[in-house]
């Protein structure tokens, strides 16, 4: 890990760096100042007597130390998370502990130090948990090094607690603050001597620690993305060509000449139009009346009814793009005593952040920045120099925390690019561009559409003999990452249903079994979604298998249960589960229960359902409870936080998500018609949180899998009828 | 040019008369603690107090807003993030990403200062603000503290 230069000579160039930039109107410097105004340069420049003591850690005179975080804090708690790890390491106060961001250019500049910045797939902690323990680890090492030196006494005499220093023998105390400079001359250790704590011995991780990041978020004095504000600074808005795939033909922009603050309309490659303006309202508005003719292209005539057509002929093709078998279980279900089978479809679902797409670019003659809300800086960075042909080591993007990401802002930066080609205009002038709601809905990369045909066979004794699962459904590596689809194969679709363990292995042994994925893709571009495809596919096994075990005549828990001798993992977790959740307990009248589990992004997940379903089929949950075992549990509280939200967001995709399209462009603009859940409709949630600390699991998305399914297996006891197709607003129960 | 009251300061702003409410407080006025979500009144993104009315801002034009109607955002609630909603707020992390928190603490507080003492159908009329990270648990639980809070509102 901590390849670091030693020598001061070597550090002093490295600060110079880090200072020089945020001088230059950097920002960021790994100091805070997003904005280089100029009362935050000169907080940067204070930053400097702060003592660099390795790439993660920072301690300053009065003994407050500063950990570096190159993750993106989304809502996750991960920054609050990751510091609590290099805390417990550290040994410092926790009281004194605050954060900053790297940027991409400060991580390329140090080939790398802080490791993937990118934050999705619910790695943020569990892929990076090890380097940023060993930089506090390393760190502390170094602080007592350096206090042994001074005091010259052996390092192993020395104990230290909350940054406080103690050699017992000489009754001697010293703190972090007072030793730093001297520790950053220091080699760091080799790394072959760090020893990690063992988790059983954490004071600052696995411990309910509130949010680093909260205050800010009380008053309004948070900075997002939209705020951004920078001397000169215009505002853009932008329409892209309603019809995925199509081009702008003409724009009339006499009609919009001599409205207030208009700057210029400028054409975004061949399918975007923009208005740039003083305010973002004055550009928005001017481009509402702004008369674009657009050439649709091929697909304009595309419909949710099209599409469905394409799916389903996919669930009886010949090819298919991936799969896992074992047995025969195509014959195993013809000679079976009773056959089950069943056609399940999910639709696109966008990902509806609070906080719109944005990004502000400043193109200067030999360097452009970003300030970019975004899950993977180093992918942003990219497309900024990309986009503006400016050498990267010439970029830099100022992250700022994102108002919500669930997948959007990842990998595809296209609002980078746009913002980057609008700026290309104005050299030297910061243009901040913010998509309306409607240009969010309507550009997404959606949740990918599927539908899923099941079959099973059960014996005379109700056990299942075999299973055949075919998805049909659109591919998000087809569009995305074409080199994740190996021979024609493409198994990040069947995530959830794999063989291999580790990841998203799928909990049932079934003596005969064949899971295929067929690729059906359509022109409405896809991407990941918090807790893709785990979602989809969790709603397809687990409420299959609720058929399939009610053909059978036994209870849903005892039918899993059965299957899941060689899965101790996934048993222990619906075992939590239907325990806390009260499974085989009386209930109220009215009030059903549902199951499921589930595992993904390397954490496993279960959940009970309590639903009532009205006589007008109007669906009530009441309660939900769900069990995780992500491996280690660095902070409980924010773990829970985030099953909670969990709920919600599965719960929302289970009642009204829903993307239609229509004339090849998307039906659902905006919160009227693409409704969320609201506070009213919230269930009691319960987190069980099952750490077995032999692993490191994810924790944002892996427990949203179970929510929908665990609901319609609650429904389907209610009501007596499977329910096969999502959302719920499109099914009549009753 | 319109005449706004907000946060107790008189302000003059240079304006269209139809331009939203929110984009003034945001972009002339520079008070960004108040967000765009939907633009249609939807999300509760942008909510402020008029009158100590909780009002969708994205949603009145500038035009129909006068110099005698008392506007606060989220910068004027309280200093030093001391309302009753905020301390609860703070107690127990409720904001993820944050981004919907400052309507929420404005539906929150304007709910308190009409119903001191609400029951959980009170909060579920009141708290309609979307919230896509789903904090609506603890919402629901601050606002019994904030409710509960003795040093008051």
Known sequence: MNNIVCGSAARLSRRTFVVGSAVAGGGLALGFPLFPLPREIGAARAQAAATEVNAWVVVKPDDSCVIRIARSEMGQGTITGLAQLVAEELECDWSKVSTEQVTPGQNLARKRIWGEMGTGGSRGIRTSQDYVRRGGAAARMMLLQAAADAWQVPVGELSVANGIITHAGTQRTTSYGKVATAAAKLAPPDAKTIVLKDPKNWKIAGKPMKRLDTADKLDGSKVYGVDVKLPGMLCAAIKDCPVFGGKVQSYDEAKIAGRPGVRKVVKVKDSAVAVVADTWWRAKAALDALPIVWDEGPNASVSSASIAEKLQEGLTAEVTNGDRRNGDAVKAIEGAAKKIEAVYGTPFLAHATMEPMNATVRLSADKAEAWVPSQNVEASLAALSEASGVPIANCDVYRIDLGGGFGRRGGTQDFVHQAVEIAKGFPGTPIKLIWSREEDQAHDFYRPISQCKLSAGLDDAGNLVGLHVRVSGQSINAGLNPAGIVGGKDMRQLQGYYEEPGDAQLGYSVPNLLIEYVMRNTHVPVGPWRGVNTNQNGVYMECFIEEVARQAGKDPLEFRRALMGKYPKHLAVLNAAAEKGDWGKPLPPGIHRGIAQFMGYGSYSAAVAEVSVSDRGKVRVHRMVLALDCGHAVNPDQIAAQVEGSVALGLTATFYGDCRVKDGRMVDLNFDSYAIMRLAEMPKVETVIVPTYDFWGGVGEPTICVVAPAVLNAIYAATGKPVRSLPLKNVRLV | ?153
Do not use: F
């Open chain 2, 1 to 153: 040019m319109a005449k706004l009251n907000i946060n107790g300061t008189l302000r003059d702003v240079d304006v269209e008369p139809e331009t939203p409410l929110l984009w003034v407080i945001r972009e002339q006025v520079g008070l960004t603690g108040t967000k765009y979500g939907c633009g249609i009144a939807q999300c509760g993104a942008c909510s402020v107090h008029i009158n100590d009315e909780v009002q969708r801002s994205c949603s009145i034009r500038v035009g129909d807003v006068s110099a005698n109607d008392r506007i606060v955002t989220i910068e004027g609630l309280s200093t030093g993030r001391s309302h009753p909603v905020q301390k609860a707020w703070a107690a127990i992390d409720v904001p993820q990403c944050g981004y919907c928190q400052s309507g929420q603490i404005m539906a929150a507080a304007a709910l308190l200062k009409r119903t001191p003492k609400p029951t959980d159908q009170d909060i579920d009329e009141a708290m309609t603000n979307i919230c896509r990270c789903g904090t609506y648990q603890r919402i629901r639980t601050a606002v019994h503290m904030a409710a509960n809070d003795t040093s008051k509102i």
